[in-house]
Each structure stands twice: as C-alpha cells, then as structure tokens.
C-alpha cells in the first residue's frame, strides 16, 4: 500500500551529522507508524528509532537516545532522522519501514521497508 525511498546518506567524520530522508508514497502514510532500523555489515538490522502515526510519541533505541531525533510530516508524506554526533559504531545501511501499528521496536512488526541508504561514519 505505500513504496519508501530514502535519501541523505553519505560519509561523514566522527562528530558530524547527517539528516535522513524518507519518501512515502500513497494516499495512506498516515495510518502507519514509521520506524528506522540500521544494518551493518554481517550483523542483525536493530531498532533505531520509530514514530507514531500522528507524531505524538517517539522511542529511540538507547544508542542513539540524545543524538538522533525522528520526525514526521504527513502532509508531505515524509519521515526525517536527524543524527548528530555521529560515531564510527554508527556505520550500517539505514532503512525506514512502515507499519499498521504503534511505533515498535521489532522489525517484525513493520509491513513496508525502503531500499536502505548508506551511512559511513569515519574516525
């Protein structure tokens, strides 16, 4: 019911910031809870931070509580990660998923993924 693109991943240096994008389309984005989940190399896609359908509750995975920030715009059909003060533990491809749900930290949960987008974070 919904296709995501995400956008606005890059290399950045330890400390720097980066501002992810995700494009939703469809005439349903906001029925869905929106989540980011990242996945590096050889490793499991983990929680990172997820939103609810009216951008009234958030949750972040204790990693990343205190740097990165999740929004959303509905009336533009878009969900943000801003990330700030990068670490290198950072580096994974970031995907954003939706679900017909409230915001969860279980990927299982989540019924539409986008493509991913890289992060690199560098020392």
């Known amino acids: 019911q919904v296709q995501l693109v995400e956008s606005g991943g890059g290399l950045v240096q330890a400390g720097g910031s980066l501002r992810l994008s995700c494009a939703a389309s469809g005439r349903t984005f906001s029925s869905y809870a929106m989540g980011w989940f990242r996945q590096a190399p050889a490793k499991e896609r983990e929680f990172v931070a997820a939103?609810?359908?009216?951008?009234?509750?958030?949750y972040y995975a204790d990693s990343v509580t205190g740097r990165f920030t999740i929004s959303r715009d509905n009336a533009k059909n878009t969900a943000v990660l801003q990330m700030n003060s990068l670490k290198p533990e950072d580096t994974a491809v970031y995907y954003c998923?939706?679900?017909?749900?409230?915001?969860?930290?279980?990927?299982?949960?989540?019924?539409?993924w986008g493509q991913g987008t890289q992060v690199t974070v560098s020392s």
């Open positions: 939103i609810n359908q009216n951008g009234g509750v958030a």
């Open positions: 998923a939706a679900g017909f749900t409230v915001p969860n930290t279980a990927a299982s949960r989540y019924d539409y």
